[in-house]
């Protein structure tokens, strides 16, 4: 028996229709699974094995290999800091240690209350507007170390419960690799992507 | 100087609304796609090698002769690259965020020429903004009937389905992001015999374009080969879309016909340095190219040819500069770390290598190299990409692992100097540097202790004077 929600067991099946084979549904299904629980568990990864009909274990080999899938709690804000190159050259450590610091999180880690995780990555595509931190994915280009810590200050006090790449960037942001013209409403809703479009998490009114 | 656009053309005029159905109706969207129902797949893949279309997602490889390889067998897929993701690179998240109709449009061309039905597009999980809009766009596409069954209202049917990464660089590779669309751990397939072109997707013969490479369809069909050809450079046609980052003073995606200088490039279109420092290294092509210094490349033109010559490639067309302020060594060490982090691990020399690599310039930046560690960096480089030749020679599934051993040709060839500097003064002298030279008073040999101490050093914590003999 399932463990899903109807409505998430709707979804599953939606996105297994769109592939010719089944087993290409387990990647957006572990995203399923992680905007079920918040992360990967062991009987996320089993319900899957159990959707696309493979093992457990050949689950677990691929949410190993990539690294957003997240197999440990995670906060409820997942602060991602670029530490490549680009970011690097324009001053992308300072910008890390900032949160760090601000967040009393060092990277790899999550706080004690559950509300910050922090993560150096490597390159997110946002080198012209480096350096560039992303908020449960949701991207702000052009950051300096005190605009860091304004970010977390913001995340710790006003706690929001969608983040939003286009209003994070009009309040931290600063140079951008190129113009994003017109603002979205939608944003992440966990420390997993916001493709709700796809249908990996729950659509606004939804449970 | 302005250059014509082609790609960019849209969202530059109507930067407001380029990614709706609306607006890409109103500038001839989808006219393409319905008069090639009536060509043949022949005249198709003829007048896409006619251009010369080159793929942009790094390998340079003629668009129309990769379709011209697609074996007989039925079904045949097509699978859209969007998993952008070498430093360096952000053109394609422009593209797909900004004028989704127009690689859909590419996608319903390319799927029409190789007789596919069902198409994905890959796109990075990091990437959840131009997926939403990619996803926009395909739901607005089936509504008006551009997808699914009889696509504009003729008997040809077409799937396109979007799949997302989950942050693996490797993806990118178009055998592992097969094996990642299937399900699997994203790990590269050998070639032969696992050319897509003949055992792709699910072991059919499939075709895997980048995104930018069939954004580019519509415009070709629309001018004609003839056009195309002309905006760009003889060998390497067309524009192409450039992304400009590190030290210059307007970073940015440019579209640019081949054929420019360097110079053009990083002081014209780019304005400059700021702070009008002199340049020091250009990475030319993304992490993976090996770099070119001012000093004997600046005049060069920037395509496919002349960077091969020098000893390296356009690649994704992603450019860093790096200023006089940059450390070469730490510049290399981010550049390996990357390739460490990114290795699949399915090929030795990749996976013990990279990160050997990153653990010797690690340790020459924070002032713990020893004076043969440059020649031990060169071996160990040699043991993943035999003779340091570019292109590489292969010890690995993949390209990865030869990749990473890039900014070391740079070290070798230009900065060798600096790079025994380092290890001889025990520590870097450039801003932002964790370990001073012990020459300086920032760097005096109390300072290194209380940092060993503290566990901030690569060593694992021991202070240097535990370490043995420096000399």
Known sequence: MSQWSEATQERAREIIARYPQKRSAVM??????????????DEGMEEVARWVGITPAQV????????????????????????????????????????????????????????????????????????????????IEGVTAEKARDLVRWLETALPDVVNTDEMQELFGGVRSFDWAVREGDGARGPYPAFQALGTVGRQGET | MTYPLVVTKRMTDHPADSHTLERYEATSGYEQAKRVLGMSRDELVEEIKTSGLLGRGGAAFSAGLKWSFLAPARPSYLVINGDESEPGTFKDRQLLERDPHQMLEGVIITAIANEVHHAFVYIRGEYPKPARRVQTAVDEAYARGYLGKGIFGSDYDLEVTVHLGAGAYICGEETALINSLEGLRGEPRLKPPYFPAAKGLYMQPTIVNNVETVSNLPHILAMGAEEFIELGHPLDTGTFMISVSGHVKKPGNYELPHGITWRHLIYDIAGGVPGDKQVKAIVPGGASAPWFIPEIHLEDQITKDVCAEAGSMLGSGAVIVMDETTCMVRAAERIVRFFAHES?????????????????????????????????????????SVGLAWPPKMTTICPLGPSAVSPVLA?????????????????????????????????????????????????????????????
């Open chain 1, 28 to 41: 957006p299904l572990l995203y399923l699974a992680m905007a079920e629980e918040g992360y990967l568990t």
């Open chain 2, 411 to 471: 070290l070798r060839d230009y900065f060798r100097d600096e790079v025994n500097e380092h290890v001889e003064r025990g520590g870097c002298w450039f801003p932002g540097a964790r370990v001073k030279p012990h020459d300086t008073v920032e760097g005096d040999r109390r300072q290194l202790v209380e940092i060993g101490a503290r566990g901030e050093l690569g060593s694992g914590g021991r202070p240097p004077e535990v370490m043995g003999n420096r000399e």
């Open chain 1, 60 to 139: 677990q080999a691929v949410a190993t290999f990539y690294t957003m899938y997240k197999r440990r709690p995670t906060g409820k804000y997942l602060i991602s800091c670029c530490t490549s190159i680009s970011c690097m050259l324009l001053g992308g450590d300072d910008v890390l240690h900032a949160v760090e610091d601000e967040s009393g999180v060092p990277h790899g880690e999550t706080g004690a209350d559950g509300l910050l995780s922090v993560e150096h990555v490597e390159c997110i595509g946002a080198c012209g507007g480096a350096p560039a931190v992303q908020v449960n994915y949701e991207l």
């Open chain 2, 344 to 384: 699949c691990g399915q090929c030795t020399p990749c996976r013990e290598g990279t990160t050997w690599m990153e653990m010797i310039l690690r340790r020459i930046e924070e002032g713990q190299g020893r004076p043969v560690d440059l020649d031990l960096l060169l071996d160990v480089s040699d043991g993943i």
